[in-house]
């Protein structure tokens, strides 16, 4: 597990307990937990922590970090082991760090570290239909859809909602 990886403007660094309650402040809104699957809302600070003990305790099969400006985390990003060779992507960031290139940087960055650092050979990633930014960020860096449309349980909204994949091969980027 490497201590951080930079970007232009933002250092990643592994999403431990330092920087948890700042992370915390950042995502627990509707706006952003609304737009994944993984955490519920409303959210504890608790809970929070449990999450993210969690990905921890996965050991190889989750790398998640927090990209920080100047020093503080503005959301999450992540790669969790779906099998060897296989990684899925999330992300988060909040509300008032939108709209600035940020996720697209960091997405760059993190499928450049699953190539490279995990030698992975794919990375997934599934996004709610309604999420035109995500789907935004995901194909400004090579990701394409595979066609299928399923339906995911989402934790926030607490029942399935329908969500769009996305693949990037490592024959892809080369
Ligand atoms: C999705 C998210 C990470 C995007 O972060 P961001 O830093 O604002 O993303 P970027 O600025 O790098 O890029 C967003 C792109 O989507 C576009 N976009 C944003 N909202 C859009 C919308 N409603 N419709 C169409 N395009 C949209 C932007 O214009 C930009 O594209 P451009 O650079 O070609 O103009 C952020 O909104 C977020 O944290 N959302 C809540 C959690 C979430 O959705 N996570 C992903 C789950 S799959």
Same mark, same amino acid.
């Given at each position: 597990?490497?201590?951080t990886?930079r970007?232009?403007?933002?250092?990643?660094?592994?999403a431990?307990?330092?920087?948890a309650?700042?992370?915390?402040h950042?995502?627990?809104?509707?706006?952003?937990?609304?737009?994944?699957?993984?955490?519920?809302?409303?959210?504890?600070y608790?809970?929070?922590v449990?999450?993210?003990?969690k #990905?921890?305790?996965? %050991?190889?099969?989750?790398?998640?970090?927090?990209?920080?400006?100047?020093?503080?985390p503005?959301?999450?990003?992540?790669?969790?082991r779906?099998?060897e060779?296989?990684f899925?992507?999330?992300?988060m960031?909040?509300r008032? +760090?939108?709209?600035?290139g940020?996720?697209t940087?960091?997405?760059?960055?993190m499928?450049?570290?699953?190539?490279?650092?995990?030698?992975?050979?794919?990375?997934?990633?599934?996004? #709610?239909?309604w999420?035109?930014?995500?789907?935004?960020v995901?194909l400004?860096?090579g990701?394409?859809?595979?066609g299928?449309?399923?339906?995911?349980?989402?934790?926030?909204?607490?029942?399935?909602? #329908?969500h769009d994949?996305?693949?990037?091969?490592?024959? %892809?980027i +080369?």
């Open positions: 597990m490497p201590h990886i970007t232009e403007r933002l250092v990643l660094r592994p431990g307990l330092r920087g309650r700042a992370f915390w950042e995502v627990r809104g509707w706006d952003v937990l609304g737009n994944t699957s993984a955490w519920p809302y409303p959210l504890s608790a809970h929070t449990f999450m993210l003990r #990905a921890w305790l996965e %050991d190889e099969g989750a790398y998640v970090f927090y990209p920080t400006l100047a020093g503080r503005i959301g999450s990003i992540g790669l969790h779906q099998t060779s296989v899925s992507l999330g992300y960031l909040g008032e +760090h939108w709209g600035r940020y996720a940087e960091l997405v760059r960055a499928t450049r570290f699953g190539f490279r650092q995990l030698r992975l050979e794919q990375i997934t990633a599934d996004v #709610a239909v999420n035109s930014g995500s789907r935004r995901l400004k860096n990701f394409r859809p595979t299928r449309t399923f339906a995911g349980y989402s934790q926030a909204h607490r029942r399935e909602i #329908a994949s996305f693949v990037l091969d490592l024959v %892809d +080369h």
